[in-house]
């Protein structure tokens, strides 16, 4: 298998783009990426997305951004992991860029979310649930991961405001980046204070939904003559049950736990090894129980590094760097790319106020479901004398 470089990236800020549609966000990100990477075409297209057909009305988006973006003739497909498709969708152009079989691809994560009540979005994003032993039963993807942080906090001694930390610093962070959507500090008081979505979840525990679009070009490693050169040392995933309660151990992300091993194994690598860490905050548990299990802290004490301020840009292992899910938003299937994305720009040295100094390699991880399917993607400087 070829090594593999990240030529090129590309974002839209993640909000409410009314005046735009699916095609034209995606469509935005995707020529940023070509632009940044100093070319008009790719032998093929991956496209992350999860509910184009619900929200949007249209399906068989690989053909659709080909269409728009002018790749006729290519291979163009879409991939669906729930909210993991940004990732997935990445791991297909890796597979197929490594193995020989396209010379360069582009990756397109995209969503287009606000375009319906947002009774139709959570019953959109509950696909991702377990139809017969979840959704039928009347519970939300929200109350689904309100019920682990609860059991969580009753099986390690937690408060509610403990916390806290993991809101603060996402927000901390995506004052620096202008792609975010919130762009805004919070207080612990201003957490603490916040409305209850569905007890012990509140407000500023969950991240907001939105319209986001991020793209991605890879090609041969020694096709890449731009400094600093980016590389693909690790791609793995993992499933799990589907449904939360037919886990053995409902606090313990199985697949983080599998993905990220085979990944450090795969780079050669240990978690001492990480500089900055995008992980998938799209609830504050769940950013406790990815440290977790990717090895960073023992099993109860995620919490710990947030409120021992380690996972500060500072910190032991910088998270959220550019907001995560909390601030910058969670456009659901192109999230994975985004992450990505942000990995590039902290190994670039892009990152303004929010750079982690001397940050030579970075981990991205995204969650599709209550983690039943997560992909761990590992990305390194990798410095080329030609």
């Known amino acids: 298998m070829r090594k593999v470089a990240i030529l090129g990236i590309g974002q839209i800020k993640v909000g409410e783009h009314w005046e735009k549609s699916l095609r034209e966000i995606g469509g935005d990100a995707a020529f940023a990426a070509m632009q940044d990477a100093g070319i008009e075409k790719v032998d093929s297209l991956f496209v992350g997305n999860m509910l ?9 988006l690989g053909a659709f951004f080909a269409d728009w973006i002018g790749l006729w003739k290519q291979e163009a497909v879409k991939i669906e992991a729930a909210c993991g ?3 997935a969708a990445f791991r297909s152009a890796l597979t197929a860029v490594a193995s020989g079989d396209s010379e360069s691809a582009l990756v397109v994560g995209v969503e287009k979310m606000t375009d319906k009540a947002g009774r139709d979005v959570t019953a959109a994003l509950a696909t991702a649930a377990d139809a017969d032993y979840e959704v039928e039963q009347g519970i939300s993807f929200v109350g689904i991961n309100a019920l682990v942080m609860r059991r969580y906090m009753y099986e390690f001694g937690w408060k509610h405001e ?3 930390p993991f809101s603060i610093n996402s927000h901390a962070n995506a004052m ?4 975010a959507r919130l762009r805004e500090k919070i207080s612990t ?12 979840i509140n407000l500023l525990d969950a991240s907001p939904i939105g319209d986001g679009a991020a793209a991605i070009v890879i090609v041969p490693a020694e096709k890449v003559a731009r400094q600093p050169r980016i590389v693909v040392a690790a791609s793995a995933a993992a499933t799990d049950t589907i449904a939360v309660h037919s886990r053995k151990d409902p606090m313990f992300l199985q697949a983080a736990y599998l993905s990220s091993k085979r ?20 609830f504050s548990i769940m950013a406790a129980l990815s440290l977790e299990a990717s090895g960073f802290a023992e099993k109860g004490q995620g919490v710990r590094l947030a409120l021992d301020n380690e996972i500060s840009i500072g910190g032991r292992i910088p998270v959220c760097t550019r907001g995560g899910l909390k601030a910058r938003g969670h456009p659901v299937g192109a999230t994975g790319v985004y992450q990505l994305v942000e990995v590039v720009q902290q190994l670039r040295g892009e990152c303004g106020k929010t750079q982690v100094d001397g940050a030579q390699i970075g981990m991205a991880q995204n969650i599709g ?6 992909l761990t993607h590992i990305l ?4 080329n004398p030609a």
Do not use: C, W
């Open 189 to 200: 008081e201003k957490f603490e204070k916040s409305s209850m979505v569905a007890t012990p």
């Open 52 to 60: 184009s057909p619900l929200v949007s009305g249209q399906n068989q």
């Open 369 to 374: 479901g209550s983690g039943a399917t997560i």
């Open 380 to 383: 390194r400087n990798d410095f």
């Open 263 to 282: 990944a450090y194994e795969m780079a050669g690598l240990t978690p001492a090894d990480i500089d900055v860490f995008e992980l998938h905050d799209a």
């Open 162 to 164: 403990d916390f806290a």
């Open 85 to 87: 498709s940004g990732a």
């Open 176 to 179: 620096h980046n202008p792609y």
